[in-house]
C-alpha cells in the first residue's frame, strides 16, 4: 500500500493527464473526472482494491471488478488504468481520436485491458455488477464487484430497479460508490433532476450507506475500509463520495460547466499550472 | 409433398423450457432470470431444480438485462426472459449496449412473440421486435417453428458463444418436425421440396406455409417450403439457390414489414437473382384481441393468405 503522500501525487497526475487528455482530444469530460480523482486513485492504488495488470482478464476471475458505468469519465478511468500499468501511458496521447483503443465512453471492441464492459448510456452498471457479484457468488469466488455511478446518473430508473434488486438478493460482495458532486450538464443536480437526499433514499432501499469526504485520503481509505468490513454481511454498501466537480482547477470547480467540455490550449495551460507534474507527463 | 403430421399441439416456450432445462443439466454454467414470468416462461423447473442459478427479478427488465449480461462476464451463460415486447423495445438500449456492444454470453429468450399472444391485445403483442434485434452488429437472431425446434434450437443457443435472440410463442401450435433434430444456427430448413415457388417462413407460420403447399399442390402449383428458423445469420445460399429454381417466391412471418424478414429476403434477392415476390406479414400495423387463430385470419397471416399470395407470384411470373 502507498501513503497518502504518493496517493496525492498520483492524483495529481492523473488531473494533469485528464487536462491534457482533454484538451488534446478537444472533447470529452474533464468535469466528473476530476471529482473522482481522488477516490478512484484511493481504489487503484491505495491497496482497497485487488488487481493486477499481469493477470488481469475480462472474466474478472481472483480479483475484485471495477464498473464504471458513468462511461463519460474516460478521462480519470484511463488515465488510472495507464498509471496501474494495464497499458503505456503514452497511450494517453490518442484519447478519442480515430483508430484509438481509448474511445470516448468505454468499448470492448477496442480491447483496451483493464476495462470489463463498455458504458456510456447511464444508468445501466449497478445492474451489471450486481449480475459480476452474483457470478462470483455461484463460483465461491470471494472478491469484491465495485461500481461507480454519477449522482446525474442516478435519476436513471434502471439505477433503482438495481437498487431493489440488490438488497433483495442480499448481495453483499458488492461496494457501489456515488460521486456525488451535485453537478450535471445542465446544472446543479437538485435542481435539474431533484435528486434529492441520497443517503435516505438508498438506506430506504435497504442498502448499508456511508458517507464521506471525496477528496480527503484519510477519510477515503477510512470509508472504503469500512465499506469492506461492512461487506459479506446480507446487505449491499453505497459509498457516498462528498465531491466538487473540477476539483483541482480553480475556475473549473464547483461548476457544470466543464461537465462535458474541454478547455483551449490557453485555459489547458493555466489548468496545468496549478497541477503539479508528480510523475512525469505521458 | 412431404408429409408432415401433427403430433398434438404444444406452445413453443414449452419448447424452451425444456430445452433450457435440458441445457441447464448438461452445462452448469447455464443460468436464468425472468421478471416475474416464471410460469409463463416455462423456468418453473429450472427455478425448483437450480434453485442457486436461478434469479428473480422483480418488473424489472432493464434491470434483468444488464444483471444477465455481468452474469456472463464472469462465465456465465445468461438466459433472460419475458414477453417478446419487453424483452426487446423496452430494453433496446441495455440489449445494445450491454448484451451487443458488449459481446456478452446473453440469450435474450423472448416468449409471447407476435400476434398470437392473442387476448393481450397489442399492447403485449410485438411484430417489431425481429427488426429490433436484426439490427444490432453481431445479434443471432432465431424464430423456431414448433416445440421440438425451440427445444432443439434452444440447446444450441446455449452451446453457442455470443449474444443470440431466441423467439417463441404462447399458443399451442401443431408439433411436426422431428423430436431428435439437431438445430444448426444459420442454417435453413428445407421442408418441402417445389419448382414453381418460393415459400419462405418463419415461426408459427411455417406450419401454415406447409398447409398452403398442400392446397396449391392440388391446384397443380408445386411449391418449395423453407423454414428461416434462423433470421440471422441467414442462410442465403440456401435461398438463392431456391428462388433461381423457382422465379417465385413469398415470405411469411409473424412481424411486421419493416424490418422483418421479408425485407431480409428482398434485400438479399435484389442483388442476387431478382425475383416476383409476395409477402405475408402484419404490414404496418398495430394487434388487437381475439384468439390466435381469429387474429391469424384477420391479419392475413394464415394458409389460406399464403396460398393466394404464392399463386400472384406465380401469376406475375407466367405474365413475362
Given at each position: 500500500m502507498?501513503?497518502?503522500?504518493?496517493?496525492?501525487?498520483?492524483?495529481?497526475?492523473?488531473?494533469?493527464?485528464?487536462?491534457?487528455?482533454?484538451?488534446?482530444?478537444?472533447?470529452?469530460?474533464?468535469?466528473?473526472?476530476?471529482?473522482s480523482?481522488?477516490?478512484l486513485?484511493?481504489?487503484?492504488?491505495?491497496?482497497?482494491m485487488?488487481?493486477?495488470?499481469?493477470?488481469?482478464?475480462?472474466s474478472?476471475?481472483?480479483q475484485?471488478?471495477?464498473?464504471?458505468?458513468?462511461?463519460?469519465?474516460?478521462?480519470v478511468?484511463y488515465?488510472?488504468?495507464a498509471?496501474?500499468?494495464?497499458?503505456?501511458?503514452?497511450?494517453?496521447?490518442?484519447f478519442?481520436?480515430?483508430?484509438?483503443?481509448?474511445q470516448?465512453?468505454?468499448?470492448?471492441?477496442a480491447?483496451?485491458?483493464?476495462?470489463?464492459?463498455?458504458?456510456?448510456?447511464?444508468?445501466?452498471?449497478?445492474?451489471?455488477?450486481?449480475?459480476?457479484a452474483?457470478?462470483?457468488?455461484?463460483?465461491?469466488?470471494?472478491?469484491?464487484?465495485y461500481?461507480?455511478?454519477?449522482?446525474?446518473?442516478?435519476?436513471?430508473?434502471?439505477?433503482?430497479?438495481?437498487?431493489?434488486?440488490?438488497?433483495h438478493?442480499?448481495?453483499?460482495?458488492?461496494?457501489?460508490?456515488?460521486?456525488?458532486?451535485?453537478?450535471?450538464?445542465?446544472?446543479?443536480?437538485?435542481?435539474?433532476?431533484g435528486?434529492?437526499?441520497?443517503?435516505?433514499?438508498?438506506?430506504?432501499?435497504g442498502?448499508?450507506?456511508?458517507?464521506?469526504?471525496?477528496?480527503?485520503?484519510?477519510?477515503?481509505?477510512?470509508?472504503?475500509?469500512?465499506?469492506?468490513?461492512?461487506?459479506?454481511?446480507?446487505?449491499?454498501?453505497?459509498?457516498?463520495?462528498?465531491?466538487?466537480?473540477?476539483?483541482?482547477?480553480?475556475?473549473?470547480?464547483?461548476?457544470?460547466?466543464?461537465?462535458?467540455?474541454?478547455p483551449?490550449?490557453?485555459?489547458?495551460?493555466?489548468?496545468?499550472?496549478?497541477?503539479?507534474?508528480t510523475?512525469?507527463?505521458? | 409433398?412431404?408429409?408432415?403430421?401433427?403430433?398434438?399441439?404444444?406452445?413453443?416456450r414449452?419448447?424452451?423450457?425444456?430445452?433450457?432445462y435440458?441445457?441447464?443439466?448438461?452445462?452448469?454454467?447455464?443460468?436464468a432470470?425472468?421478471?416475474?414470468?416464471?410460469?409463463s416462461v416455462?423456468?418453473?423447473?429450472?427455478?425448483k431444480?437450480?434453485?442457486?442459478?436461478?434469479?428473480?427479478?422483480?418488473?424489472?427488465?432493464?434491470?434483468?438485462?444488464?444483471?444477465?449480461?455481468g452474469?456472463?462476464?464472469?462465465?456465465?451463460t445468461a438466459?433472460?426472459?419475458?414477453f417478446?415486447?419487453?424483452?426487446?423495445?423496452?430494453?433496446y438500449?441495455?440489449?445494445?449496449q450491454?448484451?451487443?456492444?458488449?459481446?456478452t454470453?446473453?440469450?435474450?429468450?423472448?416468449?409471447?412473440?407476435?400476434?398470437?399472444?392473442?387476448?393481450?391485445?397489442?399492447?403485449?403483442?410485438?411484430m417489431e421486435?425481429?427488426?429490433?434485434?436484426?439490427?444490432?452488429?453481431?445479434?443471432?437472431?432465431?424464430?423456431?417453428?414448433d416445440?421440438?425446434?425451440?427445444?432443439?434450437?434452444?440447446?444450441?443457443a446455449?452451446?453457442?458463444?455470443?449474444?443470440?435472440?431466441?423467439?417463441?410463442?404462447?399458443?399451442?401450435?401443431?408439433?411436426?418436425?422431428p423430436?431428435?433434430?439437431?438445430?444448426?444456427i444459420?442454417?435453413?430448413?428445407?421442408?418441402n421440396?417445389?419448382?414453381?415457388?418460393?415459400?419462405?417462413?418463419?415461426?408459427?407460420?411455417?406450419w401454415?406455409?406447409l398447409?398452403?403447399?398442400e392446397?396449391?399442390?392440388?391446384?397443380?402449383?408445386?411449391?418449395e417450403?423453407?423454414?428461416?428458423?434462423?433470421?440471422?445469420?441467414l442462410d442465403?445460399?440456401?435461398?438463392?439457390?431456391?428462388?433461381?429454381?423457382?422465379?417465385?417466391?413469398?415470405?411469411a412471418?409473424?412481424h411486421?414489414?419493416?424490418?422483418?424478414?421479408?425485407?431480409?429476403?428482398?434485400?438479399?434477392?435484389?442483388?442476387?437473382c431478382p425475383?416476383?415476390?409476395?409477402?405475408?406479414?402484419?404490414q404496418d400495423?398495430?394487434?388487437?384481441?381475439?384468439?390466435?387463430?381469429?387474429?391469424?385470419?384477420?391479419?392475413?397471416?394464415?394458409?389460406?393468405?399464403?396460398?393466394?399470395a404464392?399463386?400472384?407470384a406465380?401469376?406475375?411470373?407466367a405474365?413475362?
Open positions: 502507498v501513503s497518502i503522500e504518493e496517493l496525492k501525487k498520483i492524483s495529481s497526475q492523473v488531473r494533469r493527464d485528464i487536462i491534457r487528455m482533454v484538451s488534446g482530444a478537444a472533447s470529452g469530460h474533464p468535469g466528473g473526472s476530476m471529482s480523482t481522488d477516490f486513485t484511493a481504489l487503484y492504488f491505495g491497496g482497497v485487488k488487481h493486477d495488470p499481469a493477470t488481469w482478464t475480462r474478472g476471475k481472483g475484485d471488478v471495477f464498473i464504471l458505468s458513468a462511461g463519460h469519465l474516460t478521462p478511468y488515465s488510472l488504468l498509471r496501474a500499468g494495464y497499458f503505456p501511458v503514452e497511450e494517453l496521447s490518442t478519442r481520436k480515430f483508430g484509438s483503443r481509448l470516448g465512453h468505454p468499448s470492448i471492441e480491447g483496451l485491458p483493464g476495462v470489463f464492459q463498455p458504458s456510456g448510456s447511464l444508468g445501466q452498471g449497478l445492474s451489471l455488477a450486481a449480475g459480476v452474483l457470478g462470483k457468488r455461484i463460483d465461491n469466488d470471494g472478491n469484491l464487484t461500481v461507480l455511478l454519477g449522482d446525474g446518473e442516478s435519476e436513471e430508473g434502471q439505477i433503482w430497479e438495481a437498487a431493489m434488486f440488490c438488497a438478493h442480499k448481495i453483499d460482495n458488492l461496494i457501489a460508490i456515488t460521486d456525488w458532486n451535485r453537478q450535471q450538464i445542465d446544472g446543479n443536480v437538485d435542481s435539474v433532476g435528486l434529492g437526499d441520497l443517503e435516505s433514499k438508498w438506506k430506504s432501499f442498502w448499508e450507506v456511508i458517507s464521506c469526504d471525496g477528496h480527503d485520503f484519510g477519510a477515503i481509505l477510512s470509508a472504503f475500509g469500512k465499506a469492506k468490513g461492512f461487506t459479506g454481511k446480507g446487505k449491499p454498501v453505497m459509498l457516498l463520495m462528498n465531491t466538487e466537480m473540477g476539483h483541482g482547477v480553480d475556475f473549473m470547480a464547483g461548476t457544470c460547466e466543464w461537465h462535458g467540455k474541454a483551449s490550449a490557453e485555459l489547458a495551460d493555466k489548468a496545468l499550472a496549478q497541477i503539479e507534474e510523475l512525469g507527463d505521458y | 409433398m412431404k408429409k408432415y403430421t401433427d403430433t398434438g399441439k404444444k406452445d413453443t414449452s419448447g424452451f423450457g425444456e430445452g433450457l435440458e441445457a441447464a443439466a448438461k452445462n452448469p454454467d447455464v443460468v432470470l425472468t421478471a416475474d414470468l416464471i410460469g416455462k423456468m418453473g423447473k429450472f427455478a431444480d437450480f434453485p442457486e442459478r436461478f434469479f428473480q427479478c422483480g418488473i424489472a427488465e432493464a434491470n434483468m438485462i444488464g444483471t444477465a449480461a452474469l456472463a462476464l464472469t462465465g456465465k438466459f433472460a426472459s419475458s417478446a415486447e419487453f424483452v426487446t423495445g423496452r430494453v438500449d441495455q440489449i445494445r450491454e448484451v451487443a456492444y458488449g459481446h454470453n446473453v440469450k435474450i429468450a423472448a416468449s409471447h412473440a407476435g400476434i398470437t399472444l392473442g387476448e393481450d391485445g397489442a399492447t403485449h403483442q410485438t421486435d425481429i427488426a429490433l434485434m436484426r439490427a444490432l452488429p453481431g445479434m443471432v437472431v432465431i424464430n423456431p417453428c416445440f421440438n425446434q425451440t427445444k432443439a434450437a434452444t440447446i444450441a446455449a452451446e453457442y458463444y455470443g449474444p443470440v435472440y431466441l423467439r417463441f410463442g404462447r399458443p399451442s401450435v401443431p408439433n411436426f418436425t423430436e431428435d433434430q439437431k438445430f444448426e444459420g442454417k435453413a430448413i428445407i421442408m421440396e417445389g419448382t414453381d415457388v418460393t415459400i419462405i417462413a418463419t415461426g408459427h407460420l411455417v401454415e406455409a398447409k398452403a403447399a392446397s396449391l399442390e392440388a391446384e397443380g402449383v408445386s411449391a417450403v423453407i423454414d428461416i428458423a434462423t433470421i440471422k445469420p442465403r445460399e440456401a435461398v438463392i439457390a431456391s428462388v433461381s429454381k423457382t422465379g417465385a417466391v413469398v415470405c412471418e409473424e411486421n414489414m419493416a424490418g422483418g424478414l421479408g425485407e431480409l429476403i428482398a434485400g438479399t434477392l435484389a442483388g442476387s425475383a416476383h415476390m409476395e409477402f405475408v406479414n402484419g400495423r398495430f394487434g388487437q384481441s381475439g384468439t390466435p387463430s381469429e387474429l391469424l385470419t384477420a391479419y392475413g397471416l394464415d394458409a389460406g393468405h399464403i396460398a393466394e404464392a399463386r400472384r406465380v401469376a406475375k411470373k405474365k413475362e
